[in-house]
């Protein structure tokens, strides 16, 4: 059983540039959920995808974009990349009838803007 | 969602009983509590949740009082690999996803 998965694992982009990150949730998990950590901080939630539709959405500006695919899987867009968009950037899954607040993390995108 | 609060940093010895608190003053009704902890360039990883009293696995046991303002982690016995930060969040699961991170508490266990 395969658990969040998500790629790829680095990438470098330039200022100005866009940038696409997959992920593939936990099996049996439908709702996928983005975040953003910036080094020495703890993540920050960036938005929240459900029935391929965004649910909730964090602080975060248009650039940011995503996409829920009818197999759950998901993509996170960024446009117009500035330095600081660099960053660590999870995909976390759960079953949204679970009750609580458990969810499963990948192993996260690095991604460097120069 | 509730805010939490907790210690930057601690430090402990292999072997010790590392017992980490957690201060959750504005919690809701239906609000659970949620540990994480994170290894250096790895995604967060699920440790123990709870509502009310004691909850215990096979890694940690989670502590809360009856008013659940509070709540603390214990972990029995570090080792060196339980270096990381731990992460307590509260929230309710129409909240779920939509998780605030503090900065957490970083744990460093020493031989």
């Known amino acids: 059983d395969a658990g969040v998965t998500q790629s790829p694992t680095h990438l470098i982009k330039t200022r100005g540039q866009q940038v696409t990150l997959r992920c593939s949730p936990k099996s049996g998990h439908d709702t996928v959920s983005w975040y953003q950590q910036a080094l020495g901080q703890g993540p920050q939630f960036i938005f929240q995808?459900?029935?391929?539709?965004?649910?909730q959405r964090g602080n975060f500006p248009d650039r940011f974009s995503g996409h829920q695919f009818p197999n759950y899987s998901s993509e996170l867009n960024v446009n117009a990349l500035l330095l600081g968009d660099s960053a660590l950037y999870l995909c976390?899954?759960?079953?949204?009838?679970?009750?609580?607040?458990?969810?499963?993390f990948g192993e996260g995108s690095w991604l460097t803007v120069v | 969602l509730a805010k939490t609060t907790q210690p930057i940093s601690m430090d402990s010895y292999e072997g010790q009983e590392v017992n980490i608190t957690c201060s959750h003053n504005n919690i809701a009704t239906n609000d659970y509590i949620t540990w994480y902890q994170q290894f250096p360039s790895q995604g967060p990883r699920f440790i123990i949740q709870g509502y009310k009293t004691k909850v215990t696995n096979e890694v940690a046991s989670l502590f809360i009082p009856a008013d659940r303002k509070s709540s603390t982690l214990s972990l029995p016995r570090v080792s060196l690999s339980d270096t990381a930060v731990y992460y307590c969040?509260?929230?309710?699961?129409?909240?779920?996803?939509?998780?605030?991170f503090g900065q957490g508490t970083t744990l460093q266990v020493k031989p």
């Open positions: 969040l509260v929230g309710d699961s129409s909240n779920t996803g939509k998780l605030i």
């Open positions: 976390a899954s759960r079953f949204d009838q679970d009750s609580g607040n458990t969810i499963y």
């Open positions: 995808y459900y029935e391929e539709e965004e649910r």
